[in-house]
């Protein structure tokens, strides 16, 4: 069963301009966690913001968790051509483990 | 620290074929899975293991998937017989217990014609 659900599917912007991906979920979560994913590569781990927090940052990147609405959003500031990747929501829902629950990704092109 | 080892990369087989994946995760990591992501998706869990015990395999096709992990540390996923729709990449991942980030091989990526 699918947990998160990534909107826009793609995004394609200009170096330098900030991006903004979405994320909602269905059941009650721990944390949540964003991934980045190069072509061809395996996922790299970005953040994890827990339920009890409302917003991170982590270099360049800064993420908002809403318990209320059940969404998390992930802002890119200044993002360069190396950013170019799909990024994915995970979630760890309650009492299943730890395992984590993929929604299907954003594909951010960014344009030198 | 070395990441989660994953082969072979790449493997094309034809259908009803077997193939196999083997993975080493980081050492010390006691949480094992493998995900199957096929193109255009997200990663779907089809097992995973703490040490040499399976939490979770609910996902995984039993009549056609296998997988091990016998020491606790290396664990092996095998596919007999391959179908063209498990065209996918296969991957590993580990953590230091559940709940702790994950983190994930480069991927085995199999093609079945």
């Known amino acids: 069963s699918q947990q998160g659900e990534e909107d826009p599917q793609a995004l394609s912007i200009q170096e330098g301009e900030n991006a903004t991906m979405n994320c909602s979920y269905k059941?009650?979560?721990?944390?949540l966690q964003w991934y980045r994913q190069n072509s061809g590569r395996g996922l790299v781990h970005l953040i994890l913001?827990?339920?009890?927090?409302r917003e991170k940052h982590s270099g360049r990147l800064r993420v908002t968790l809403d318990t209320s609405k059940k969404s998390s959003s992930l802002l890119i500031t200044a993002s360069r051509a190396a950013d170019t990747a799909s990024y994915f929501c995970?979630?760890?829902?309650?009492?299943?483990?730890?395992?984590?629950?993929f929604g299907q990704g954003t594909e951010l092109s960014v344009k030198p | 620290e070395a990441g989660v080892a994953q082969s072979p990369r790449y493997k094309i087989i034809e259908k009803r074929q077997s193939v196999a994946f083997w993975c080493n995760p980081i050492s010390g990591h006691a949480t094992l899975y493998w995900y199957q992501q096929i193109l255009g998706q997200g990663p779907k869990l089809l097992i995973q293991f703490q040490n040499n015990g399976v939490v979770d395999d609910s996902q995984l096709p039993k009549d056609r998937f296998s997988a091990e992990r016998l020491k606790g540390v290396d664990s092996t996923l095998k596919i007999q017989p391959a179908k063209l729709e498990d065209s996918a990449v296969y991957l590993c991942?580990?953590?230091?217990?559940?709940?702790?980030?994950?983190?994930f091989g480069e991927g085995s990526w199999l093609t079945v014609v």
């Open positions: 913001i827990r339920s009890n927090e």
């Open positions: 991942a580990s953590s230091l217990e559940t709940g702790n980030t994950i983190y």
């Open positions: 995970a979630t760890p829902p309650y009492n299943q483990g730890g395992k984590l629950i």
């Open positions: 059941t009650s979560i721990n944390n």
